[in-house]
């Protein structure tokens, strides 16, 4: 592991601390006298600076030019993980009282790597410029693509558990799809994708509103992560945490390595970039999701947290697979 990716790991941990700090002090409120601060701080995210980053990533992608094939060897391993992890956690929790949300959350928490705190800094140390710029060309349909999916799974599972086993499936998918396209994650990334398609830059001005709220995303999130560590702990979640941690930080960079190599053929610069995207630890969204849908929040977090020491062990030994692949 490069130092530079080693002091941007103490750097989001000492965020994390920072927000940790804030939680136990109780600075932005006490949860016990009625005030949520957490979930204050999540909705913030959730509804203003989330669609913001998304709405400008869309708007400004060019799709003529991305590598389909390169997109194509990462994204397919990581929604066959996701669909198969949704999947087991929806047939586990059959009958057992569990929230709807639960599958989904799970879902995302072993699949979304951060790719940006961490993996930034991680693709422009280890492969210069031009493996930041493959980095680059995935993470920006990242959040678009794991959370449209997600947020499509998770709606039809709460529109299935809120009218019941004898809805028709015709009144449960409409319900679905309003829900979807109204959701504060998937209604951006419809409109920067209208927006992309006229061929429009957007005004100077707003362009700048957009980035400056999307840069708030960041520090938020971590600074959120550490008051959910103060607000619900790691107490009862630990061990699906841990599993989940495994499955981001072993299974999934796994699955995307056999695909991406002996599935598409990539090899050298290509290979090392996608995988050691999917080798990063769980990223921030996955608790905003959790947040959004008041489920396993403590889970999510300490998945989060440690996925991320984790990932100081498990880097080097990706790398060192791909060095011996090479």
Known sequence: MSVAVFFKLLAIFGVVGLGWFAGRMRWLGDERQGADPARTLSNAAFYIFIPALLFRTTSRVDFATLPWGLLAAFFGPVLLMLLGV?????????GRGLPAAAPSVRAISCTFGNTLQIGV??????FGEAGLGLH???????????????TTLVELDLARAQRGQATTLLRTLRTTARNTIIHPVVLPVVAGLVWNATGVKLPPVADEVLETLG???????????????????VRGA????????????????????????????????????VVMVAALPVGSNALI????????????TAAIVFSTFGFVVTAPLWLAVLAYLS
């Open 215 to 233: 840069t708030a995303v960041v520090p938020l999130c971590l600074v959120l992560i550490g008051m959910s560590l103060a607000y619900y702990g």
């Open 289 to 300: 999701f959790s947040q959004r849908y008041e489920t396993l929040e403590a889970e999510a």
């Open 238 to 273: 630990a061990r699906s945490a841990v599993m989940l941690s495994l499955l981001k930080l072993l299974a999934l960079p796994a699955l995307v390595l056999g695909v991406a190599h002996w599935g598409f053929g990539l090899v050298g610069l290509p290979l090392a970039v």
């Open 136 to 150: 680059i060309t995935l993470i920006s349909l990242h959040a678009l693509t794991l959370l449209s999916v997600l």
């Open 121 to 126: 800094p991680m693709a422009s140390a280890l």
């Open 86 to 94: 949704y999947a087991w956690q929806r047939r586990l929790h059959r």
